[in-house]
């Protein structure tokens, strides 16, 4: 049996240093379905535990309460910060702050996917996270839920079902894969309508009803590539824009052949996030320009 904080020496020896995160491709035609097992997608905030602290996805430290992770294994996870379908606000909120308010983390839960030190492929990283999140005891550490489908068609029927629901889509995690840094299709992402993030740059000036307010944001994707974003933005956001380097998340219908994205339209501040500097091509965010 494993001590709470502690790992056994069997378990330390599957250990290697933590990698940088795995991130996930879109879903594409041509996947074989029974080399995947299939997760909700939540809407929350990554979050990497070190075995010692919680930090973003970009590295950046996250303030937990020490009883949150109290008891946490000296094991590192890569999970989401998560409180529920619909509750995104709530966990942004207490990330974004910097504190360790208690009334705002009792609402979070951390929903551990996979253990990135681990030397084996996804089955034995999944029977080894069961008992870690077993022996920390805690009901704020859950261990996600995973399972198959026979087919794909199946597959698009309950993204369709658990969207309707509430829930953000589904994720596909290829189950013969070590755990391996940066975007392939060991981890694929499912929804119906795609998002993605970019820095805020600049404005354009407001017409006719929007005279003397903002009319559109100037984003810049990860790869440089600016364009404007104003659909979707409310009247109070166009009297009072997201600052410059501010980090913006926007849905769009897939990309055009420029890269751009197609009928992009504003959903959300990133305040959990920092602000970003402008580039010139180098990637302030870890994520591409288009697929």
Known sequence: MLQPVQASTQVREQLQAMPAPVLANNYHPGLNLSEYWVSEKYDGVRALWDGQRLTSRQGIPIAAPAWFTANWP???????????????????????????QDAQWRQLRYMVFDLPSSAGLWPQRQALLKQLVADADQAWLQQVPQWQLASHAQLQAQLQQLTAQGAEGLMLRRANAPY?????????????????????????????KYQGMTGALVVQMPCGQPFRLGSGLSN???????????????????????????????????????????TDGSTALSLPCSP
């Open 74 to 100: 000296a094991v590192a996870m890569d999970g989401e910060l998560w409180a529920g379908r619909g509750f995104f606000d709530a966990v942004q909120s207490a990330v974004a702050s910097g504190t360790t």
């Open 236 to 278: 109070a956001l166009r009297a009072q824009p997201p600052a410059l380097g501010s980090v913006v998340s926007y849905r769009h219908n897939g990309w055009h052949a420029s890269g751009l994205p197609r009928f992009a339209r504003f959903w959300r501040v990133r305040s959990e996030l920092p602000q970003q500097p402008a």
């Open 180 to 208: 391996r840094s940066g975007r392939s299709d060991d981890l694929i992402k499912l929804k119906t309508v795609d998002d993605a993030e970019a820095v805020v740059v600049g404005y354009v000036p407001g017409r006719g």
